[in-house]
Nanobody, 116 residues
Framework: QVQLVESGGGLVQAGGSLRLSCTAS??????????MAWYRQAPGKQRELVAT???????NYVDSVKGRFTISRDNAKNTVYLQMDSLKPEDTAAYHC????????WGPGTQVTVSS
């Protein structure tokens, strides 16, 4: 069973930056073929897809983070990153990664809190 572990969250002022990491806990055969994604869930709201990275390296973003967030991956480390710049209070949420179709068990997530 694949376990995902997210890290890098914290408390930051509006306009600041954070870099999130998500690592699969064991060696996965063919990690590079998986389309990976970052999701977030704010209190009282549904989980939202934030960013996607395909095996080709192509990326997609929800409109609210375009130009501010960058998703990347290091297949040798089974790790996906989310660079978040120009953070806004509305980015406050628990951030999780998973495959694009949420095929693996959800990890604990990492909390991002942006103060105004």
């Amino acid at each position: 069973q694949v376990q995902l572990v997210e890290s890098g969250g914290g408390l930051v002022q509006a306009g600041g930056s954070l870099r999130l990491s998500c690592t699969a806990s064991r060696t996965i055969s063919g990690f590079s073929i998986y389309t990976m994604a970052w999701y977030r869930q704010a209190p009282g709201k549904q989980r939202e897809l934030v960013a996607t990275i395909f095996s080709s390296g192509s990326t997609n973003y929800v409109d609210s983070v375009k130009g501010r967030f960058t998703i990347s991956r290091d297949n040798a480390k089974n790790t996906v990153y989310l660079q978040m710049d120009s953070l806004k209070p509305e980015d406050t949420a628990a951030y999780h990664c998973n495959t694009r179709n949420a095929a693996w068990s959800w990890g604990p997530g990492t909390q991002v809190t942006v103060s105004s």
